[in-house]
Structure formats: structure tokens, C-alpha cells
């Protein structure tokens, strides 16, 4: 879920970024989909292990088993895309020489890591407990 969210973010991020300053959707900016693809792919599979950790190991239901591991993720979550998203705010907001052509990369990876958070911590868990809650199939 988090992957298409994620894409949607970045067009997002890249259509904001046009409103202001002119950024061609070229081959480099296209490399920003691959690498964005890469990273948001992680936080989801932190967040789904944990919880089918809990609910195997502590025996606890699907409510306290995602809560307790978006809450256990949360911080090396945002710690992550915190870092990753201060480091590219520099290429995509301070103009200068030569960022022209790394703009549009950086645009789509912060502003899909971004969204990708925050479906991260939002829907994914709400998504997760809904599949857990349901009683298996024999």
C-alpha cells in the first residue's frame, strides 16, 4: 500500500515543485521513482513483522499487536525519513548552480517519503488490523 501512496506522493511533490519553478520530467527525475521505490518499501515490512511478531510471541489481539508495533518502529521510522528528508531539502529548496538537474530526483523522494510516512503510521495500521482481526480459513 505504501509503495503506490508513495509514488502518488512524489507526482505530488514534483506537480507542487512545478508551481514554482520549472522541473522537466526527464530520465534523471524518472531515477527518483526507482530510489524512492527502494526506501518506502521498508517502514511497511518493520511495521507488518513486529505486529506478526506480537501476535505470535505474546499472544496478544490484532488491536494491541499493531499499536504495540507501530509504537516499538515509530522512532527509527522517523529518525530515517527525518534524516533523508533533511538532507534532500537543501537540493530541492536553496537554488544554485548545477541542482537544476538533481531537482526533480529530489522533490519526488522527499515529499514520496514523506506521504509514504504518513501512510506508514496512519493507514497501514488501520489496514493491518482489519487483515488480522478476520477469522482464518481451516
Known amino acids: 500500500t505504501t509503495v503506490p501512496l508513495g509514488v502518488a506522493g512524489g507526482i505530488i511533490g514534483l506537480a507542487l515543485m512545478n508551481l514554482f519553478v520549472r522541473q522537466p520530467f526527464d530520465m534523471i ?5 526507482l530510489i524512492l521505490v527502494g ?20 499472544g496478544a489481539n490484532a488491536v494491541e499487536a499493531v499499536t504495540q508495533a507501530v509504537q516499538a518502529r515509530i522512532r527509527p521510522m522517523l529518525m530515517s525519513t527525518t534524516t533523508t528528508l ?3 531539502a ?14 526533480g530526483v529530489g522533490a519526488i523522494v522527499l515529499f514520496g517519503l ?5 501512510v506508514s503510521l496512519s493507514f497501514l495500521p488501520a489496514l493491518l488490523t482489519s487483515v488480522l ?3 482464518r480459513r481451516s
Open 114 to 118: 514523506l506521504f509514504s510516512l504518513l
Open 133 to 135: 482481526s478476520r477469522p
Open 90 to 103: 537543501p537540493l530541492v529548496f536553496i537554488p544554485g548552480a548545477g541542482v537544476e538537474l538533481y531537482r
Open 86 to 88: 533533511f538532507g534532500l
Open 39 to 58: 526506501t518506502v518499501v521498508n517502514n511497511p515490512i518493520l511495521v507488518v513483522d513486529q505486529a506478526l511478531r506480537n501476535l505470535r510471541e505474546s
Open 29 to 33: 527525475t524518472m531515477l527518483g521513482f
